[in-house]
């Protein structure tokens, strides 16, 4: 063989080797392309979505995807996505759990989108349980729809009784004279409207009203005198006679230097400060009545409840002493001043009393009628779980699965408390064994946490080992770049974490103690964390420390 044809030969065998790596190389990156594209991401320009039925195996990608479609479209928490055809419960940050959202949108707390939840799929969230319809019949599980209505937010409190002080009339004398006879002999006695309280013997009208009397007979036969007749009716009325008094005078045509004084209102003695024989000067107190159609009733109301209370609102009063009835009224006054002990402000409440059943020092219990203005989300209180922190519903979403969704409660009236956020209409919660399933949803996520996926120790470097013996911990570590620090919060740059399906990206994370940083912790240093979840906050730096030099990052 020559040395042309053996210089052919190797071109020759060149080329088929170009040929065939090129083919290899081609069909190894068709192959990861379609690996790492999404399930259910297009793979051409004209390509569409097929429907996704399970929306936990979503990565966080599609997650955005579907958020961006459902803004698009106009959705929102409570549509069904024709995607999925399942119902949209809400929305939440990924990096951020315990926080809901109505609408699609960006999240509060990170530079990324919300993903969607939603009801009915079979979604793999760590914080849900399954409950299979045997064990739902043997714990007694009970569901309860969320309903919208009035919240008859009434207040109640107890309180005394006192006599009404705008309904009293103090009697006094006009003239000096002296008195003949008391028809009342002690304070509390009763007298009705129109009744006699006391006969007054005045000698200074005997000569106004002889003078009176003189005065016309004289001018029955001399009308000329007529204006003479006018002043003696005057000096009458000087001497302080009423005008009833003086009718009684022309009718009679005879002197009347005695005068009863008679009740200007039905009621009770209060007060008597005069005896019989006793004489008595011009505006002299003789006495006190008091009226009893009307009462007061003054209650303590604690503060919180106040505002809920204006003048005029209607009441209904109780008592025992007076079983079966139910006395109506209306609040008169909220006093300017506020029990620094107690909290309370007093309440002042005016009571029709018809039959004088109440009296002062009586014991009432009286209930503010106060309906909520506008239609609200409400719920049986005994299927809200309090734990101090927030408030947690168990969520039937079909299927026998159940997950906690933390509400914003308001108002509480009777065995209803008011849902302001976090729920739907027509939604189920668990009513009976929700601390069951909460404490089972709970366990789910604890365990769930300690033994992440099989994948999960790609985000776990070198050089931060778990002591042997210990506790397998909560949290997740992972390198990042330091981007930007601002007092006890720093913004890095990471890789993807699998084991949380977080995508590579930057985010704000929470620095620990200032003895358990770096010493110099500023921007373009790589370093390795470890961090753990808190509910509706940042991710928590448990320990942060620069990477080792020329390590990957």
């Known amino acids: 063989m020559n040395k042309a044809s053996l210089i052919g030969l190797t071109a020759i065998a060149v080329a088929t080797l170009a040929a065939v790596g090129y083919g290899a190389w081609t069909v190894g990156m068709n192959a990861g392309m379609s690996m790492a594209l999404p399930q259910g991401a297009p793979t051409g320009s004209g390509a569409a979505t ?60 990170m530079d990324m989108l919300l993903v969607p939840r939603y009801a009915g799929g079979n979604e793999a969230d760590t914080s849900g349980v399954s409950v299979s319809a045997r064990t ?66 005045v000698p200074s009208w005997v000569a106004a009203q002889e003078e009176y009397l003189a005065v016309a007979r004289m001018a029955e036969q001399d009308p000329q005198l007529a204006p003479l007749l006018d002043a003696a009716a005057q000096r ?20 009347q230097p005695r005068f009863t004084l008679s009740a200007p209102l039905g009621g009770v003695v209060t007060e008597l400060m005069v005896s019989e ?52 009224g209306r609040l008169q006054a909220l006093l300017p001043s506020v029990d620094l002990t107690t909290r309370t402000i007093k309440a002042r409440l005016e009571l029709a009393n018809p039959q004088g059943r109440l009296v002062p020092g009586m014991f009432v219990q009286m209930r503010f009628a106060n309906p909520s203005a506008n239609r609200v989300l ?64 709970s366990l789910n996520g604890f365990l769930a946490r300690l033994s992440p996926s099989p994948d999960a120790g790609a985000d776990k470097p070198a050089g931060m080992p778990v002591k042997p013996g210990a506790i397998p911990p909560t949290t997740h570590q992972t390198p990042a770049e330091v981007k930007a620090v601002d007092g006890d919060t720093v913004t890095l740059q990471h890789p993807a974490i699998p084991a949380l399906k977080w995508p590579a990206m930057t985010m704000d994370f929470q620095l620990p103690p200032a003895d358990q940083r770096p010493k110099e912790l500023s921007a373009g240093l790589a370093v390795r964390i470890e961090f753990e979840m808190r509910d509706g906050d940042i991710p928590q730096i448990t320990r942060i420390q620069p990477a080792a030099t020329g390590a990957k990052q």
């Open 378 to 441: 409400l719920l049986p209180s005994d299927a809200v779980i309090h734990t101090g922190q927030r408030s947690v519903v168990m969520l039937a979403e079909g299927n026998g699965r159940f997950s906690p969704v933390e509400v914003r409660t308001g108002r509480e009236a009777g065995d209803k408390t008011e849902i302001l956020q976090g729920l739907q209409v027509g939604q189920r919660v668990v009513r009976s064994g929700q601390f069951l399933i909460d404490s089972e949803a």
């Open 236 to 255: 009458m009325r000087q001497a302080g006679m009423s005008p009833a008094q003086i009718q009684r005078v022309v009718r009679s045509g005879s002197p």
């Open 50 to 109: 097929p429907p996704t039925q399970d929306p936990s195996a979503w990565t966080i990608t599609q997650g955005f995807e579907a958020t961006e479609r459902h803004m698009r479209d106009g959705l929102r928490a409570g549509d069904v996505d024709p995607m999925t055809r399942l119902k949209i419960l809400n929305y939440h940050d990924p990096m951020v759990p315990g926080k809901n959202f109505d609408a699609p949108g960006k999240s509060p707390f």
């Open 277 to 328: 024989g006793a004489t008595v000067m011009p505006g002299m107190a003789l006495l006190r009545l008091q009226g009893t159609s009307t009462v007061w009733a003054e209650g303590q109301v604690p503060e919180s409840q106040a505002s809920q209370l204006q003048p005029g609102t209607q009441v209904s009063a109780t008592s025992p002493a007076a079983p079966g009835q139910t006395f109506t």
């Open 136 to 201: 739902q019949q043997n714990l007694g599980l009970r569901t309860v729809e969320v309903t919208e209505g009035w919240l008859d937010s009434a207040v109640s409190v107890a309180g005394n009784v006192a006599w009404n002080e705008r309904d009293q009339v103090l009697v006094s004398a006009r003239s000096m004279g002296f008195v003949e006879r008391l028809h009342v002999r002690a304070t509390q006695d009763r007298v009705a409207l129109g009744a006699p309280l006391a006969d007054i013997y």
